[in-house]
């Protein structure tokens, strides 16, 4: 087993004399705790020195990264025959493995693990003891000298370090809006004193404090000229506002104090204009596409109800820009401005859509012809006729009626249980008689001429009801009855 190490004046290869002293790990510490001991577990192979700092920087920055440097695959190529590679990165020792072909169809085998480790810091207390001619006196002046030009190179070539200008320049324009904001607003309200009418007449801040500052006290406006900061239909209302103004006179004081508010004002403002400038140019280099599609405010454009559809479409637009800026090797801004047309015509097409065409819908119009068939040549489209003004609905007489007649309704049927219940007692009762008439009906139809046989068949029946359950004679005639009962209610 071979072990790859790197130092500040080259690579160097250590031959593992003795294989079966790295099975014990907690024991491996222990033959490094003297230079003799160290010396019977590796010994120095081969060494490979860097020529000049350049080239020292250079190839540790590739390691850093995890990528082997054309030297340092030319040296393992010609050390590495037929032999374990021990490597204290994981990724280096892949690359390493994929990278490197000592023969033919024959890689190197990279190790890592605890073992390596272990060996690694064994290696390093050691270092000057294993490497002859390499003393500390020399190591550690090579050691600082390629840490600072590493981080030279780092803090010089950062892919980060363009994105922290752009993130202080917009926190810093912030700024500088809030303080502009601020300022002006102290001016607006102090010079309104003397001059309240100017406030009307000068909405933009910067032109505020240039024309207050040119004009100082307002009777001074009819014989300065503001051609180069108002236009002349501002400049004329202006000196038409100043004779008539109802303002409070100021002191010389004051002008002087509103006069260095105004430079701050001005002072401000520019600082503002240069940052844009800036973070513009420095968003131009970085993400083209990205500036060239959000460089302006496309919602800003839309209306509020298609805020929504064109702001999904701006993100997902947006999200392919910034991909193609991150990973795109061509830095043009050609696929910004063609999704930037695709927006503005789908902006357009959803305020300004034909009639009966759906959202986002290409493939032609609708077929009107279902809901337009009464339409007269030359007459617009229509998809429904329109309604007539119905003047009775003005009318109240209608409504009052309506409301009496539900009034009596609901009367009705709050009356209408006690009605339902005496109906009820007086079917009951004319049933109850309707049942007596019945019977006596009966009975008088099944009496017999004969008073003797009458009695008789009374005594009959006395006798049969005390010997219980006997058949009465006219037990079939009393069923015919119940069934006249059964259909007179069912009739009722």
Known sequence: MLVLFETAAGFALFKVLDEGKLSKV???CKEFSASGSARKVVALKAFSKFENTIQALAESTLLTDSKPSKGLRKFLKAHCKGETLAVADTKLGKAIKDKLIV?????????????????????????????????PQDL???????????????????????????IQAIAKMDEVDKELNNTSMRLREWYGWHFPELAKIVQENTVYAKTVK????????????????????????????AVSSMGTEV???????ISEVCDQVITLADCRVQLYDCLKSRMNAIAPNLTALVGELVVGQASAKHKGKISRSLAAKTALAIRCDALGG?????????????LESRLRNLEGRELGRSAGSAKGKSNMELYNKDRKKGEGMMITPAKSYNPAADSVIGLKESAAAKKEEHMALIKAPAIDEGKKEKKRKKTEADDAGLQNDVF??????????GM?????????RAEGGAQLPNEGWNVKVKKEKRRRRMSK
Not at 226 to 231: C, R
Not at 233 to 240: G, I, N, P, S, V
């Open 103 to 135: 023969n033919a169809l024959q890689k190197i085998e990279c190790v890592h693990n605890n073992v390596v480790m272990e060996l690694m810091r064994g290696v390093r207390s050691h270092l000057t003891e294993l490497i002859s001619g390499l003393g």
């Open 444 to 453: 008088v139809c099944a009496e017999p001429e004969s008073g003797d046989a």
């Open 330 to 342: 061509d830095q043009d801004n050609s696929m910004g401005l063609e999704n930037r047309v695709k």
């Open 251 to 257: 002191s010389e004081s004051d002008l002087q104090i």
């Open 26 to 28: 907690e024991d491996l």
């Open 214 to 241: 040119l004009m100082g006290d307002r009777t001074n406006s009819i014989k300065l000229d503001f051609s180069e900061i108002l236009s002349e239909e501002m400049e004329t209302e202006l000196k038409e506002a």
């Open 456 to 464: 008789e068949v009374k005594k009959k029946k006395k006798k049969q």
């Open 140 to 166: 550690a002046p090579m050691s600082l000298g390629l840490s600072h030009s590493m981080s030279r190179y780092k803090l010089k070539f950062s892919a980060d370090k363009v994105d922290v200008i752009i």
